[in-house]
C-alpha cells in the first residue's frame, strides 16, 4: 500500500498484507488500518489470480475488482438457400476450463450488418433463425460477444453461402367439353427433384392468365377452369410458368387441353291440331351442362322425316327459341315431329322430337 497515486513522485510504501484466496472471477473487498487511523486516500496494488489491478481507497477499505476471463466464440460456416430461413449459431465457451456459458447474448452480422441476436443455451449455443435476403452468394458472417463484468468480449467469422438453384417443372394434358370443368396441375422441383414448396405459379391458356396458385406439399400447384368457348373446338395451349426470385430460378411447362364441343339439349312441345289445321312448332334449345340458351343457331323442322323448313333461334325474350306456324297436310294420326342442329365449331349435333297429333 502506498500513501498516493504510484505514479506520483515521492509515493511512500506503507506496508503489504495478505488477503484470504479468492475465487475465481469474484470480487472482494478488504478492511485494514493504519496506525494512527487516518482517512487519508490510500493506494494499493492487488493481484488477485496473479494479475495486477489497481484499487482506490478510501475510508480504510479496498476493493478489489474481479478479474474478467477470456472467452472464445465459434461459428460454423452455414449454406442455406436465398429466400428461406437458415440457423445462424454460434458456441461461446470460457478459456480457463473450456466451459459453456450460459445466457449470454451474442449478435451476428452478415456482411457487417447486423441481422439478430441469440442467448446461449446450456450447450453454450445461440441460434438465431434468419432468412437469407438476396445478395452474394458468398458473405462474410460473424457473431460477436461484447463481455460482461465476469468474460472478455470474442468473436468468431464464419462463411454464408447463400444458393441460388435452377427448376424445372411438370404438367399434365387434360380434354373435356366445353362447360366441363377441369383441374390444371403442374409441379415444380430444383433439378434433383427435390420439390420446391410456397412458391406462386400462374396458369395460361392460349396466353391468357386463368389463375395461380402457390405450390404445396410434393411441388404441386393446382387451378380448377370451367372450359370456355373461346374458339370451339380444338386443342389448346396449357401454360405454367413459376417466374423465379433470389433462391430459384425460372421455369415453366406445356400441356394440351383438348376441348370437345358441348352436348345440346332440344326440347320440343307436343301438338295436337285438326286435320288442315295450323300446327304452331315450338322448340327451345340449350346446351349441356350449364344449359346456356343457344342464340342465333338455324335448326330444322322435319315432320316423320321430311323437311319443313329451317329457323334461327331467337335471342333477348326469346333466347333460344324456334318457332314456326305449319298447316299441316299429314292424314290424322299420331306423327313424330323433329327438330334437328347440325352442330358448329361450340355445340354438337343433336335434335329433340314430340308428337304431332292429327285429327
Known sequence: ML???????????????????????????????????????????????NTTAEADETNNKISLPATRTNTSLYVPDKTGTIGEATELRGFLKRLTDNAWLVGKTVTFKVQGTQV????TDVNGKAELLWTITNGPA??????????DVDYNPSTGNATLTAQTHATKM??????????????????LYRMDSTPVIGKL?????????????????????QVGYTIADGAGAGV???????????????????????????????????????????????????????????????????????WITD???????????ARYNYTTVEPPGVHIMRCEFAGDAWVDAGYGEANLTIY
Open 170 to 187: 411438370y404438367g399434365v394434358d387434360r380434354d373435356g367439353n366445353i362447360t366441363a370443368y377441369r383441374i390444371f396441375k403442374a409441379w
Open 311 to 321: 329457323v334461327v333461334t331467337g335471342t333477348g325474350a326469346d333466347a333460344g327459341i
Open 116 to 119: 439478430g441476436t441469440a442467448v
Open 201 to 221: 405459379i400462374r396458369f395460361k391458356l392460349d396466353g391468357t392468365l386463368v389463375g395461380s396458385a402457390t405450390t404445396v406439399t410434393g411441388g404441386r400447384a
Open 236 to 306: 389448346r395451349t396449357i401454360l405454367a410458368e413459376w417466374t423465379g426470385d433470389g433462391g430459384y430460378l425460372p421455369s415453366s411447362c406445356t400441356n394440351k387441353l383438348t376441348v370437345y364441343k358441348a352436348a345440346p339439349y332440344i326440347w320440343v312441345m307436343p301438338r295436337s291440331v285438326p286435320a288442315g289445321g295450323i300446327a304452331r312448332f315450338y322448340a327451345y334449345f340449350r346446351r349441356l351442362a350449364d344449359y346456356q340458351k343457344q342464340e342465333g343457331k338455324t335448326v330444322s323442322f322435319k315432320v316423320d322425316g321430311t
Open 138 to 147: 458468398s458473405r462474410t458472417l460473424q457473431g460477436i460477444f461484447s463481455g
Open 3 to 49: 500513501d498516493r497515486d504510484p505514479a506520483l513522485p515521492g509515493a511512500v510504501e506503507l506496508g503489504t498484507t495478505t488477503i484470504p484466496s479468492m475465487p475465481a472471477h469474484t470480487a472482494t473487498e478488504v478492511n485494514f488500518v493504519i496506525d494512527p487511523i487516518s482517512v487519508a486516500a490510500i493506494w494499493a496494488m492487488a493481484d488477485p489470480d
